[in-house]
C-alpha cells in the first residue's frame, strides 16, 4: 500500500527551516527565526538544492551536502572579492567590524540600549552605519574610548550576541568574564 504522506514535487509550496554552511561556519540558518516559505522551481533556491528536495515526504528532516561546483557553479578566481574589514564573531554572529584601512569608522559593536545612547554623547561615537537600528555604535578614532572601557564594551557586545545563539549550539561554552585585571607589584617593608 502507498504512503498516503504527500511528497514534495515541482511547484510545490514549502515552509522550511535551512541551514547552509561552507567551512567558515553558517552562512544561512533559519532555524533561529521564522521558516523560510518559498515555492519550488521558482529559482529560489539552487537547482542541486531543489533536487535533493524532489519526493521528500512532509514532515521529512534531511541533510545532504552538496559539491561547491554543484551548488553554486565552478569556483571563478574573477569573483573573489577582498573586504577591508575584520569581523569579530561568536558562534557565526558578528560581534564587531574593525575596518583595517582609512575610513570614518575604525570600529563598530553591538551595544545595550543603554550604551547606544549614552556613549553617543562622546565625541567621536556615533551610530554605526547600516547597523544603527540594531543598536550597533561606531568609532570614529580609537582613542574615543579608554583601553579598558573598549575593553568593557567589546566584551559586552561578546556577550549580547552570544546570549542571542540557540542553546544546542552553544553547549560547554564558556563566557567572558568582566574582570577588571589584576597589577602584580613589588612592596619593600
Known amino acids: 500500500m502507498a504512503s498516503s504522506t504527500p511528497r514534495v514535487q515541482p511547484g510545490s509550496f514549502l515552509t522550511l527551516h535551512y541551514r547552509l554552511a561552507g567551512p567558515g ?3 544561512i ?13 521558482t529559482g529560489e533556491l539552487s537547482p542541486a538544492v531543489e533536487q535533493r528536495l524532489l519526493g521528500l515526504e512532509e514532515g521529512a528532516r534531511a541533510q ?12 571563478n578566481p574573477e569573483m573573489v572579492q577582498w ?7 561568536v558562534g557565526g554572529k558578528m560581534f564587531a567590524i574593525m575596518s583595517l584601512e582609512p575610513t570614518d ?14 556613549l553617543q554623547e562622546q565625541d567621536g561615537i556615533i551610530p554605526a552605519p547600516y547597523m544603527a537600528r540594531a543598536q ?8 574615543a574610548l ?3 572601557d573598549l575593553r568593557d564594551v567589546l566584551a559586552i557586545s561578546h556577550r549580547l550576541i ?9 553547549v560547554g561554552w564558556a563566557l567572558p568574564e568582566l574582570v577588571p585585571e589584576m597589577t602584580v607589584g613589588e612592596v619593600t617593608v
Not at 540558518?29 to 522551481?41: E, V
Not at 569608522?105 to 545612547?117: D, G, I, R
Not at 552570544?162 to 552553544?170: R, T, V
Open 146 to 148: 579608554r583601553d579598558d
Open 105 to 118: 569608522v575604525v570600529l563598530s559593536f553591538k551595544a545595550t540600549p543603554e550604551q547606544f545612547y549614552e
Open 64 to 75: 545532504f551536502e552538496i559539491p561547491a561546483g554543484e551548488a553554486f557553479g565552478e569556483r
Open 136 to 143: 550597533w555604535l561606531a568609532l570614529q578614532r580609537f582613542d
Open 162 to 170: 552570544f546570549e542571542k545563539l540557540p542553546k544546542e549550539s552553544i
Open 25 to 27: 561556519g553558517d552562512i
Open 83 to 89: 573586504v577591508d574589514h575584520l569581523l569579530f564573531k
Open 29 to 41: 540558518n533559519t532555524f533561529a527565526d521564522k521558516p523560510a516559505t518559498l515555492t519550488l522551481g
